[in-house]
């Protein structure tokens, strides 16, 4: 099993470009999230899916879109990047129900925006 | 809301000697706590989660916690840290609701000098 995995690794991009980040799990895993990490701050939500088809806001959604078609897929979006969202960008997965289950994480996409 | 601070920002300690990184939640019912680490450039790992039971929870890489209700604490603990522990760590709460959300704490940086 790759686990999670997240395409691309690095990007750059201007103020005003769009990208998709993609996210992809092979654990069967009902719930996917999305998260930044800024220095000092450390891991915020942006937004989660608890199944395929269903999206939903976490805790810093402005400027950011997201899918989630298939189970397996959860995408982000920029859809006009800003200095701002220059991030690290984690995308994580944990199987349904049961609290104590944990989130999987994948290795992050490193976003500089210019 | 659910919320977690991590006291101490960047903490340095010599090869050999114990650690105890300080983690304090708030919550209004029983916590589902974990503690994660994150080497450079990686990805997130989970070293121990609680959720009931036994309020001291053994990890891997020879990682302990102690859940501490009376203090509304979850602190990490390792008796004799080796260099590739150098790493920044993450304590985290699960609340209630569907979402099994994760609210992280900013981190704490571990230098480990020879």
């Known amino acids: 099993n790759a686990g999670v995995t997240q395409t691309p690794k690095f990007r750059v991009l201007k103020t005003g470009q769009s990208m998709t980040l993609l996210c992809a799990q092979d654990?069967?895993?009902?719930?996917m999230y999305w998260y930044r990490q800024d220095p000092g701050m450390g891991l915020r939500l942006i937004h989660y899916s608890v199944g395929e088809g269903t999206t939903a806001k976490g805790e810093v959604p402005d400027g950011y879109n997201v899918s989630r078609l298939k189970k397996q897929n959860f995408l982000l979006g920029l859809e006009s990047a800003a200095p701002s969202q220059t991030s690290v960008y984690f995308c994580a997965s944990r199987r349904t129900s049961g609290r104590g289950n944990e989130q999987f994480f994948g290795p992050g996409t490193r976003l500089t925006v210019l | 809301a659910q919320s977690v601070t991590q006291p101490d920002i960047h903490i340095t300690v010599s090869e050999g000697a114990s650690l105890e990184l300080r983690c304090n939640y708030s919550?209004?019912?029983?916590?589902?706590l974990f503690w994660y680490v994150q080497s450079p450039g990686q990805g997130l790992q989970l070293l121990l989660k609680?959720?009931?039971?036994?309020?001291l929870v053994q990890g891997i890489k020879g990682f302990e916690a102690e859940f501490k209700r009376s203090q509304s604490s979850f602190n990490l603990r390792k008796p004799s840290v080796h260099w590739s522990d150098a790493a920044e760590y993450f304590c985290a709460v699960s609340g209630g609701g569907s979402n099994y959300k994760l609210t992280f704490g900013k981190g704490t940086l571990l230098t480990v000098n020879p």
């Open positions: 919550y209004g019912a029983t916590p589902y």
């Open positions: 609680y959720f009931s039971g036994d309020t």
């Open positions: 654990m069967n895993h009902e719930y």
